[in-house]
């Protein structure tokens, strides 16, 4: 972390050098939050580029809505504009894109559940949706897929997103613990009792392989 | 490895599925994985799942991603900021403190509920007051359209207006910081009072020819003023202008100014000898501080403030007067203009008897009667402020000072020195100002020291320019 806090300096100094480069997108996410600070806002898309398919996937990881991914990535990337220019490189900036994308989401989420709550329409639709996924002929390369999904989508929101970062995204119990913003221990705590749950949902096709 | 809980076998399954335990636990676990199979198998499960979970398949690309992305930042950054002159995240502060501050309010305008009260129905009854435009509905007549520069003199020096010849009977008014505004309908009283004309008035003070000329413009224009203050209603009504009450001390005050220092002294003379109620002091009037309006109704433009009297009620009200419209009215009804003396009498006299039914619609009007007069007090502080820009300090005379009905009649002895010294003394008629000390006769016990009254004001000062040009409001009494 001390060293992260000497590196804008130094990231100046070389984005200076390397302004008229073209090549920027093989530069790192540091040199290119170091131009977009110092007003190259071009950067901007090669950050955008290089991480929002990742965005996008934690999203779907979440959601298992395509619908409403680009929707929610865009809202992160339109924060994490905002924010960058006050970004001071105290974590990575994907550990601190990764954080934005978790809070969106779960506001997305909480946002979703009143509006079930409220929403009459909301309840029968998704009453519909429930029945349909129960009749739906689903190939049979399809079945595990689609059981890990609607896995993950039975797993409470603070089960949901650590397995979703370890598992699937394969981050460390310390980046995992700066996205959501909680204890290393905690952290294994929930991703151990997220394993347990997911290993009930998953156990058809995990004692069929 | 002795046996554990499930919670403890699921977290240390979690944590060696992660390597993440140290290597003495680990190698603990795997002694306890070798002594229990069905553990063993349990781990192949979790890491089976964890494969599957690492095969997940993600979402397909989106190869518009960026070019949707860079259309909703041209967007959000053409939107206006936002409504909040803060950060959205202080937006639940802002709204708790909003709440805080709306329940403080609410108490606090609970426990002033009997003053909040009172505020609300004062303004409603000044609301009621300003639209109440049925009060004087028809036509309106100026009453006094006839008046001659005479009359006009005589207003400023004693702050009457004749108003019916053969009744003898006038108005008066009065306005002072202590006694508020009076109004009174009145017999008149020449036999104390003697009419005054401008002749003998300039030849009395030795008005220069330049001097009578000014006075007789301030008269020519105060005449036109007072045209526009007084009104008789179709509906037996009757508007007096708030401001009328004060424009005779500021006539006074500008006949003053435009006169030379040995006039302005034979005029304070003159006012003494005559028994106006009024003196001025020869120096700089005190600079006028207008109140602050304080939690008032602006006035609309074009309104102005009138005493309003019908024979069932005396209110104050803002009114709305289309002068031309009343000249034209007045030009078309000459019969009724010819018929206006005895028409106001009659009114007068009608608003005298039913005064105690009268409805007072200001808790700060006071009405007096009596079988020849008909007098209203307002309280000083229910009028408008309106800056009175005078050259001079005109200031009540006392004890002769006492000039209205209702007065004299509340206090007898005064009446009574009026009645027994109803003739001016013979200097006066024989245009010889009085020298020393005027006294009155010991037999009533009073001595009135004139020179105390007359030359009290020394005139060190240099006599003030008028300054004409400088017209701050348009106030039909401001000359």
Redesign the interface.
Known sequence: MSESKNIPQRMVNQAVVSVSDSSLDRKSDDVLITLFQSGEEEAFRYLVERYNQRVRNLIYSIFNESSVVDDIAQEVFIRVYEALPRFRFESSFYTWLYRITVNKSRDELRKKRARKFYSLHAMLDASNAELQSKIRIVPEDGWAKELVNKGLQQLPERFRVPIILKDIEGLSYEEMAEIMQCEVGTVKSRLSRARGMMRKILAPLLEAQ | MKSISTREL??T???Y??D?LDKEAKARFEEYLAANPEIAR?LE??K???Q???S???????EW??Q???T??EQ?QNKPETVFPFSRKYVPLAASLTVVLAAFVGVLLIQQRPLLTKYLSEKKEQVQQLYQGNILQGKLLPLFTNLNKDQVLQFALFGTLPLDVQAKTELRVDESKENGTRIEFAKNEEQRRPPVTVEQFCKEISATPAQHKSVDSILTSARDKIQESVFLGENKSLAVHADLAKFNRTMMSRIAASLELPQQKKFQRFLAMSRSPYTFVIAPAPAVRVPMPGPRIPRPSGMEQFVVITPDSCTIAHVRIDLQQIQRNAALTAEEARSMDERTHALIREFAAHANAQKRMNSSLSIFSGSDYYSIKVESNVLEPTPDATPFEVIARAPRAVQFQYELHQMPDIQKFFNQDSQPPDHFMQNTPPSGVWRKSAAHGRVIDLDSVVNAPRDRNPRPQMDQGKKKYNNPFEL
Do not use: H, M, T, Y
């Open positions: 699921r977290k399954l979690s944590l599925l992660d993440a349990e499960s979790w089976k799942q964890q599957v979970l690492r997940k398949q993600g979402i397909e690309p989106n991603f960026w949707k992305l860079s909703r930042l959000q």
